[in-house]
């Protein structure tokens, strides 16, 4: 590394020298910049006044309802960039040049063939003071370099429109130019259009011939098919094999149906005989004259045996005459309906032997089908080629009538045309004399500027070297501050060695260590963690053994345990080096100190704990939410408003070993901020230790602002507070929703 001095490092630049050699140099510096500028103006004096048409065109696909085709769709609107691009290239093309450069006879122009009046071309000028001559080429290629210099042809932003640019020395020429590309370019377009529609008829025209003997080919060989293998059809387009085996199927099943309804009430009419049920409802039945005689018969005795009974007992000899002669007369009713329903098995007989012989039938046309069906497969074939044949073959005319019709009438539309034509320029369009003079004075005056500032610089007359400012060296022996003065507290003590209650094993890794060694250098933190757990745990009233470890509380404390030479906290109280493990060892990654007094207690833990882990090699980010010191950094107080980005507040300390985020420049967080907790979040996730501070508790604490973080919350209490008032404030912070809440005392702080 090269050594470089403290007077070279504190040297600036002396703006004053600077400005000076500015002020001397001001006239050379005008009289420059004038020069340039009237040299320029004669050099634009002498240059041809150049006036610009444009002519622009509308590339889309155009169609017109009356002689459009009926099958053929409407173009959609819209263009493709690709062909937008592809036009331009059209109309920049030699031959449509040259249509225009034929239409207005531009080879007898002097602007375009060459023979004076052209465009001012300083390199011409310069290949002519060195001699060079302009190699001789056709007039033809003359003109169209000329006219090509002359010309711009761009898209209008994301549209379809193409603008024609012509730029002449007479406006009415750059007018008709523009004019005659624009149409040079449409009529083109149409030739081109008309030309493929011709050339795609007379191919329709041949495809036509050809496929007319395809056609009558593929239907003659499907009637010879037909009449070979006996494959007629009769109505509705099916063969008489099929009508056959549909007829008898159908046949089958009527059988079937009557058979089955025989069978049916001839069993429920020996069923209601055995059952001794009256017969007389079933419709079969009840159509029997017999049974209807003997139904008469039997009602008209019953009628009459119900007169007698009035007057007779039902042992008197009429009546039993009169029931003798009803129980005859059901005795034949019964008869007769066995004898009905005789008559429908025979008429269920009868039908299952037509069901047979038609059964017989259908096999028979099945095997004669079965033939038929793989001759009607390869006949089904042939009237597929046949019908794909003529189908085409009625496609290609209906296309060649209508390719005809439009070559004949010229009706083909292309799909570009003129929108706007081009008119006469008023004003020139080149050269632009006041932007050049313009752009010509400000780099004149900005060159000349900037060469004075550079020589200066390179001269060294604008380089001031700095002045050390360093403190004597008696001012940094002085003592800061008088020991007599000083409270015995604020005596600087050498902190003693750690205190081990238990043995240490000396190949332990060091975060074993650590667990097993504690500070005990604090006697302040002693008496604390002695009052409080005097005054929240009580002592058991038991009698233990001189060997026995002491009981304090709940829990009894072991001799081997991690513990300070004094009580152990009691329940939700911890100590510095317990936490400051559970950090080293990753069982704590965010720790949220809330102040119970002072704010200054949380920072003086803080930094011992930022301390700690940087001593353990790990990152750590420092949030300061709750001192309410504003300074000249951007922090919480910004964020929350708005007013800095998230990479604005975050810092490096002034030893640049950890990262820190300040208060701010304001007075509060804004509450309705949901930045600051998203930060400490993703402060987690970047650094291994996150330290947060949120103030005093109370009204004016932030803490409510990250009550969504999943951290440790500690209570810092001072050596002159209350504990009585610090677990009223644990207290409160349990009620308020916080799952977990420990106390902690603050470090003694130690004259630097």
Same mark, same amino acid.
């Given at each position: 590394?090269?050594?470089?001095?403290?007077?070279? =490092?504190?040297?600036?630049?002396?703006?004053?020298?600077?400005?000076?050699?500015?002020?001397?140099?001001?006239?050379?510096?005008?009289?420059?910049?004038?020069?340039?500028?009237?040299?320029?103006? !004669?050099?634009?004096?002498?240059?041809?006044?150049?006036?610009?048409? %444009?002519?622009?065109?509308?590339?889309?696909?155009?169609?017109?309802?009356?002689?459009?085709?009926?099958?053929?769709?409407?173009?959609?609107?819209?263009?493709?960039?690709?062909?937008? %691009?592809?036009?331009?290239?059209?109309?920049?093309?030699? +031959?449509?040049?040259?249509?225009?450069?034929?239409?207005?006879?531009?080879?007898?122009?002097?602007?375009?063939?060459?023979?004076?009046?052209?465009?001012?071309?300083?390199?011409?000028?310069?290949?002519?003071?060195?001699?060079? *001559? $302009?190699?001789?080429?056709?007039?033809?290629?003359?003109?169209?370099?000329?006219?090509?210099?002359?010309?711009?042809?761009?898209?209008?932003?994301?549209?379809?429109?193409?603008?024609?640019?012509?730029?002449?020395?007479?406006?009415?020429?750059?007018?008709?130019?523009?004019?005659?590309?624009?149409?040079?370019?449409?009529?083109?377009?149409?030739?081109?259009?008309?030309?493929?529609?011709?050339?795609?008829?007379?191919?329709?025209?041949?495809?036509?011939?050809?496929? =007319?003997?395809?056609?009558?080919?593929?239907?003659?060989?499907?009637?010879?098919?037909?009449?070979?293998?006996?494959?007629?059809?009769?109505?509705?387009?099916?063969?008489?094999?099929?009508?056959?085996?549909?007829?008898?199927?159908?046949?089958?099943?009527?059988?079937?149906?009557?058979?089955?309804?025989?069978?049916?009430?001839?069993?429920?009419?020996?069923?209601?005989?055995?059952?001794?049920?009256?017969?007389?409802?079933?419709?079969?039945?009840?159509?029997?004259?017999?049974?209807?005689?003997?139904?008469?018969?039997?009602?008209?005795?019953?009628?009459?045996?119900?007169?007698?009974?009035?007057?007779?007992?039902?042992?008197?000899?009429?009546?039993?005459?009169?029931?003798?002669?009803?129980?005859?007369?059901?005795?034949?009713? %019964?008869?007769?309906?066995?004898?009905?329903?005789?008559?429908?098995?025979?008429?269920?007989?009868?039908?299952?032997?037509?069901?047979?012989?038609?059964?017989?039938?259908?096999?028979?046309?099945?095997?004669?089908?079965?033939?038929?069906?793989?001759?009607?497969?390869?006949?089904?074939?042939?009237?597929?080629?046949?019908? /794909?044949?003529?189908?085409?073959?009625?496609?290609?005319?209906?296309?060649?009538?209508?390719?005809?019709?439009?070559?004949?009438?010229?009706?083909?539309?292309?799909?570009?045309? !003129?929108?706007?034509?081009? $008119?006469?320029?008023?004003?020139?369009?080149?050269?632009?004399?006041?932007?050049?003079?313009?752009?010509?004075?400000?780099?004149?005056? /900005?060159?000349?500027?900037?060469?004075?500032?550079?020589?200066?610089?390179?001269?060294?007359?604008?380089?001031?070297?700095?002045?050390?400012?360093?403190?004597?060296?008696?001012?940094?022996?002085?003592?800061? #501050?008088?020991?007599?003065?000083?409270?015995?507290?604020?005596?600087?003590?050498?902190?003693?060695?750690?205190?081990?209650?238990?043995?240490?094993?000396?190949?332990?890794?060091?975060?074993?260590?650590?667990?097993?060694?504690?500070?005990?250098?604090?006697?302040?933190?002693?008496?604390?963690?002695? $009052?409080?757990?005097?005054?929240?745990?009580?002592?058991?009233?038991?009698?233990?053994? $001189?060997?026995?470890?002491?009981?304090?509380?709940?829990?009894?404390?072991?001799?081997?345990?991690?513990?300070?030479?004094?009580?152990?906290?009691?329940?939700?109280?911890?100590?510095?080096? +317990?936490?400051?493990?559970?950090?080293?060892?990753?069982?704590?990654?965010?720790?949220?100190?809330?102040?119970?007094?002072?704010?200054?207690?949380?920072?003086?833990?803080?930094?011992?704990?930022?301390?700690?882990?940087?001593? =353990?090699?790990?990152?750590?980010?420092?949030?300061?939410?709750?001192?309410?010191?504003?300074?000249?950094?951007?922090?919480?107080?910004?964020?929350?408003?708005?007013?800095?980005?998230?990479?604005?507040?975050?810092? *490096?300390?002034?030893?640049?070993?950890?990262?820190?985020?300040?208060?701010?420049?304001?007075?509060?967080?804004?509450?309705?901020?949901?930045?600051?907790?998203?930060?400490?979040?993703?402060?987690?996730?970047?650094?291994?230790?996150? !330290?947060?501070?949120?103030?005093?508790?109370?009204?004016?604490?932030?803490?409510?602002?990250? +009550?969504?973080?999943?951290?440790?919350?500690?209570?810092?209490?001072?050596?002159?507070?209350?504990?009585?008032?610090?677990?009223?404030?644990?207290?409160?912070?349990?009620?308020?929703? #916080?799952?977990?809440?420990? !106390?902690? /005392?603050?470090?003694?702080?130690?004259?630097?």
């Amino acid at each position: 590394m090269a050594f470089e001095s403290q007077a070279v =490092r504190d040297a600036r630049i002396d703006v004053g020298a600077v400005l000076d050699a500015v002020v001397r140099r001001l006239p050379r510096i005008v009289m420059v910049t004038a020069l340039l500028l009237a040299a320029t103006f !004669v050099i634009l004096m002498f240059m041809p006044r150049l006036y610009e048409s %444009s002519a622009s065109i509308l590339v889309e696909a155009r169609s017109n309802v009356y002689i459009r085709a009926a099958n053929e769709q409407a173009p959609t609107s819209g263009g493709d960039a690709g062909a937008v %691009s592809s036009q331009i290239e059209l109309i920049k093309s030699r +031959d449509t040049l040259l249509m225009v450069i034929d239409k207005l006879d531009l080879r007898s122009v002097s602007e375009f063939n060459g023979a004076g009046g052209g465009s001012f071309s300083p390199l011409a000028i310069i290949s002519q003071l060195l001699g060079r *001559k $302009a190699t001789p080429v056709s007039i033809d290629e003359t003109v169209l370099n000329n006219l090509y210099d002359r010309l711009t042809v761009i898209q209008e932003r994301d549209s379809n429109i193409i603008s024609v640019l012509v730029r002449s020395t007479d406006p009415q020429r750059a007018a008709d130019i523009a004019n005659a590309l624009a149409n040079a370019h449409v009529t083109r377009r149409a030739e081109l259009s008309l030309s493929d529609t011709a050339e795609a008829s007379g191919w329709l025209r041949d495809e036509i011939a050809k496929l =007319r003997i395809s056609v009558t080919e593929a239907e003659t060989a499907v009637a010879n098919f037909k009449v070979d293998n006996d494959l007629f059809t009769g109505s509705n387009n099916t063969s008489l094999l099929d009508q056959q085996l549909s007829t008898i199927a159908t046949q089958i099943n009527a059988a079937q149906e009557r058979k089955n309804t025989a069978l049916s009430r001839a069993a429920l009419i020996r069923g209601m005989i055995e059952r001794s049920q009256p017969i007389d409802g079933v419709a079969d039945v009840r159509e029997s004259v017999v049974i209807q005689q003997l139904s008469q018969e039997k009602g008209r005795l019953q009628g009459e045996k119900a007169q007698r009974s009035a007057t007779l007992l039902a042992n008197h000899p009429t009546i039993q005459a009169l029931t003798a002669q009803i129980s005859e007369l059901n005795n034949q009713i %019964s008869l007769e309906g066995r004898r009905v329903a005789d008559a429908l098995e025979a008429e269920a007989q009868i039908e299952a032997d037509l069901e047979a012989s038609l059964q017989a039938d259908l096999t028979r046309a099945k095997s004669s089908a079965s033939t038929a069906t793989q001759d009607t497969v390869a006949l089904d074939s042939l009237q597929r080629e046949a019908k /794909a044949q003529r189908d085409l073959l009625e496609g290609y005319l209906q296309r060649y009538s209508e390719a005809i019709s439009r070559t004949d009438s010229n009706s083909a539309l292309p799909d570009v045309r !003129v929108v706007s034509i081009a $008119a006469p320029s008023v004003s020139p369009a080149s050269p632009k004399t006041q932007l050049i003079l313009l752009a010509v004075g400000i780099v004149a005056l /900005a060159t000349q500027f900037g060469l004075i500032v550079f020589g200066e610089l390179i001269s060294g007359r604008a380089i001031v070297p700095g002045h050390s400012t360093a403190r004597p060296q008696d001012e940094l022996d002085e003592v800061p #501050f008088v020991a007599e003065e000083l409270e015995p507290g604020e005596l600087w003590q050498e902190p003693p060695a750690a205190i081990v209650t238990g043995p240490v094993d000396e190949a332990a890794p060091a975060e074993e260590q650590s667990l097993q060694t504690v500070k005990a250098g604090r006697p302040e933190f002693q008496r604390f963690l002695q $009052a409080f757990t005097n005054a929240r745990t009580p002592v058991l009233p038991e009698t233990v053994d $001189a060997g026995a470890p002491e009981v304090r509380g709940p829990e009894p404390v072991s001799p081997a345990a991690d513990v300070t030479a004094g009580p152990r906290p009691a329940p939700g109280l911890v100590t510095l080096s +317990d936490l400051a493990s559970d950090l080293v060892l990753g069982r704590t990654h965010l720790v949220i100190l809330a102040a119970h007094r002072s704010t200054a207690d949380c920072e003086v833990l803080a930094e011992e704990l930022v301390s700690y882990a940087l001593a =353990r090699g790990l990152s750590v980010a420092l949030v300061d939410a709750g001192s309410a010191r504003t300074g000249d950094e951007a922090g919480l107080t910004d964020l929350s408003a708005n007013a800095a980005s998230f990479g604005d507040v975050v810092h *490096k300390s002034a030893d640049n070993s950890f990262a820190e985020v300040p208060w701010g420049q304001g007075r509060e967080i804004a509450r309705s901020s949901t930045k600051p907790l998203t930060l400490v979040e993703a402060l987690g996730d970047l650094y291994e230790v996150v !330290v947060l501070m949120t103030g005093r508790v109370g009204a004016a604490s932030s803490l409510p602002l990250f +009550d969504g973080l999943d951290g440790r919350l500690v209570l810092v209490a001072g050596d002159e507070d209350d504990l009585d008032a610090v677990a009223e404030t644990r207290g409160r912070l349990l009620d308020a929703g #916080f799952e977990r809440c420990e !106390v902690a /005392a603050a470090p003694a702080r130690v004259a630097a």
